[in-house]
């Protein structure tokens, strides 16, 4: 190897590793010849030729220091963790925690260290409590706390202060792409209730509040965001600096949902709010049947589903969307079309045979 190579090359360390961001991440650093991989998660993953997984519970600071305090190649820290919990108050422990244990167990080690890069999202904003000021801009106040992505970043800024690292945090609408077992995975949520709808023999209805039907809104493909991300982390102009990360356009549901119902050759009736938490709770014999009936893969329900988070989005009765044009303007221009993402989404579940 030339030694210039070795100079330049880069070893990250993706933290939640198997979720869909850090699973997309880690797919499109991996195409990426100058980059060494290492994944973390609680559950770790199965070694490959280009990416090496560790299991730690990075809760707890003891077994984060023994896990990730032996990483001194590490040049990237990449952080996508995140545990759910009932509160937006009991959110703010666990997941600032986290970060705190997984920078204070590899930054002493890392001589090298260049970057620390934070996944945020619009909670940021305020999203998540109701109609929020739009278009929301990375320069937009905070709000009464408890808010776990902003304690993030202030311990951040806090420690970056006199280091030669730096940050950068990323705020994706809601994220889509492939992952299983993940708390926020809205494209597997409309595949699967779609799927179930068409066993049922049921048109495909949109189950959210009236008002969300009509309502703005944008989403961030998985892929776009793992591009977006390795720029931020490697783009001096992007040091200390937040980014709104999107796919570049906004729709309704009443434009899109007829178009998703006909990818899986439904109709659609008129929308009907109820809680898929609710109504799905009692559609595991069913999907055990379809699993066997299809031939598909023996994922478990639990697995595959994530009704509460489709819940949670189907509920914005408001517009949710933010200014991307801070991104364009420091050097990031890909963009996708919204419509097509969801169908090559789906196209990708079929193939890996996740749904009928």
């Known amino acids: 190897m030339n030694p210039n190579d070795a100079a330049?090359?880069?070893?990250?360390?993706?933290?939640?590793?198997?979720?869909?961001?850090?699973?997309?991440?880690i797919g499109h650093l991996a195409t990426l010849p100058e980059w060494d991989i290492?994944?973390?998660?609680?559950?770790?993953?199965?070694?490959?030729?280009?990416?090496r997984y560790i299991?730690?519970?990075?809760?707890?600071?003891?077994?984060?220091?023994?896990?990730?305090g032996t990483l001194p190649e590490v040049t990237h820290i990449f952080y996508a963790a995140y545990q759910d919990r009932p509160t937006w108050a009991e959110l703010v422990p666990p997941n600032l925690a986290m970060l705190v244990n997984a920078v204070e167990a590899v930054e002493p080690v890392a001589r090298h260290l260049q970057h620390i890069s934070l996944m945020q999202g619009y909670k940021v904003y305020?999203?998540?409590?109701?109609?929020f000021k739009t278009p929301a801009r990375e320069t937009d106040a905070n709000h009464m706390p408890p808010e776990f992505n902003i304690d993030q970043q202030n311990f951040l800024e806090q420690r970056q202060i006199g280091k030669n690292w730096t940050w950068s945090a990323l705020r994706p609408s809601v994220v889509c792409g492939f992952a299983l077992g993940n708390p926020m995975n809205l494209a597997m949520v409309i595949a699967v209730y779609a799927s179930i709808s068409k066993e049922l023999g049921l048109p495909l209805r949109f189950p959210g509040k009236?008002?969300?039907?009509?309502?703005?809104?944008?989403?961030?493909?998985?892929?776009?965001?793992?591009?977006?991300?390795?720029?931020?982390?490697?783009?001096?102009?992007?040091?200390?600096?937040?980014?709104?990360?999107?796919?570049?356009?906004?729709?309704?549901?009443?434009?899109?949902?007829?178009?998703?119902?006909?990818?899986?050759?439904?109709?659609?009736?008129p929308p009907l709010p109820m809680s898929l938490s609710v109504v799905m709770e009692d559609k595991e014999p069913l999907w055990n049947g379809m699993?066997?009936?299809?031939?598909l893969e023996p994922n478990s329900y639990r697995d595959v589903s994530s009704w509460g988070f489709g819940d949670f989005v189907f509920s914005w009765d408001y517009d949710f969307f933010a200014d991307g044009s801070k991104a364009r303007r420091f050097g990031f221009h890909e963009f996708i079309d919204t419509e097509a993402m969801f169908m090559n989404i789906f196209t990708d579940l079929r193939s890996r045979k996740m749904i009928p």
């Open 8 to 25: 330049q090359r880069k070893t990250a360390l993706v933290i939640g590793a198997n979720g869909v961001i850090g699973r997309n991440l």
């Open 38 to 51: 290492i994944g973390v998660s609680r559950r770790g993953g199965v070694n490959t030729s280009r990416v």
């Open 55 to 68: 299991a730690a519970d990075l809760l707890d600071p003891e077994e984060s220091r023994l896990k990730l």
């Open 126 to 131: 305020g999203a998540h409590l109701g109609p």
């Open 210 to 269: 009236p008002g969300a039907y009509h309502s703005l809104l944008e989403m961030t493909d998985a892929g776009l965001l793992a591009q977006a991300t390795v720029w931020a982390a490697t783009d001096s102009r992007c040091a200390n600096q937040a980014f709104n990360i999107t796919n570049g356009d906004l729709f309704r549901w009443d434009e899109l949902w007829p178009k998703l119902a006909a990818f899986f050759g439904l109709e659609t009736a």
């Open 291 to 295: 699993v066997e009936k299809y031939g």
